[in-house]
T-cell receptor, first 114, second 114 residues
Framework: GAVVSQHPSRVICKSGTSVKIECRSL??????MFWYRQFPKQSLMLMAT?????????EQGVEKDKFLINHASLTLSTLTVTSAHPEDSSFYIC??????????FGSGTRLTVV | GDSVTQMEGPVTLSEEACLTI???????????LFWYVQYPGEGLQLLLK?????DKGSNKGFEATYRKETTSFHLEKGSVQVSDSAVYFC?????????????FGGGTRLMVKP
């Protein structure tokens, strides 16, 4: 079946630094990828929708200058958290779409900003 | 707009008990419906899906029937196991949704005790 690789799985960074999270579709081409944020014991909050070769579409309230998304190829999307602060600590999950209803999720990245 | 409402957890059951997690939805079009499962510290895995009214999705002993008349997609399992302990998310994709993203319910935590 379809596989999405997301890494790193865990990252600890100092406040003020930037962190890049990668999301790769391993055996299919994903024209659309999604980035979610999940707070403890809560549901997934869609941050942005990323289409290959175009600018990402951000959900209301999500700072596009803070959460930079690049979808340079059909198999890779990256999320960069710039100038991270402790309130950015969270679990980030990517998803890649194949076909009409094929949504495959990465295993998530636990970001801790200290 | 689209929305998904699922019963709040946690749901605590003994092994071999019957499980029902309620899920209802509102959508402007004719959505596809999904159940995802999330194990601790991991991303989401597709459990089952249904794409049209009266379809029944099933996998690993779990079932859910797409009920258009009651706008519901309840998850059921006849006999749960300790390994079923996880968080379950109901979701929909509305074909009228230009963003093609999934809309998630709040998640229901299931704890199965031996």
């Amino acid at each position: 079946g379809a596989v999405v690789s997301q890494h790193p799985s865990r990252v600890i960074c100092k406040s003020g630094t930037s962190v890049k999270i990668e999301c790769r579709s391993l055996d299919f081409q994903a024209t659309t990828m999604f980035w979610y944020r999940q707070f403890p014991k809560q549901s997934l909050m869609l941050m942005a929708t990323s289409n290959e070769g175009s600018k990402a579409t951000y959900e209301q309230g999500v700072e596009k200058d803070k959460f930079l998304i690049n979808h340079a190829s059909l198999t890779l999307s990256t999320l960069t958290v710039t100038s991270a602060h402790p309130e950015d600590s969270s679990f980030y999950i990517c998803s890649a779409r194949e076909g009409a209803d094929g949504y495959t999720f990465g295993s998530g990245t636990r970001l801790t900003v200290v | 707009g689209d929305s998904v409402t699922q019963m709040e957890g946690p749901v605590t059951l003994s092994e071999e008990a019957c499980l029902t997690i309620n899920c209802t939805y509102t959508a402007t079009g004719y959505p596809s419906l999904f159940w995802y499962v999330q194990y601790p510290g991991e991303g989401l895995q597709l459990l089952l899906k249904a794409t049209k009214a009266d379809d029944k999705g099933s996998n690993k002993g779990f079932e859910a029937t797409y009920r258009k008349e009651t706008t519901s997609f309840h998850l059921e399992k006849g006999s749960v196991q300790v390994s079923d302990s996880a968080v379950y998310f109901c979701a929909l994709r509305d074909f009228g949704n230009a963003g093609n993203m999934l809309t998630f319910g709040g998640g229901t935590r299931l704890m199965v005790k031996p």
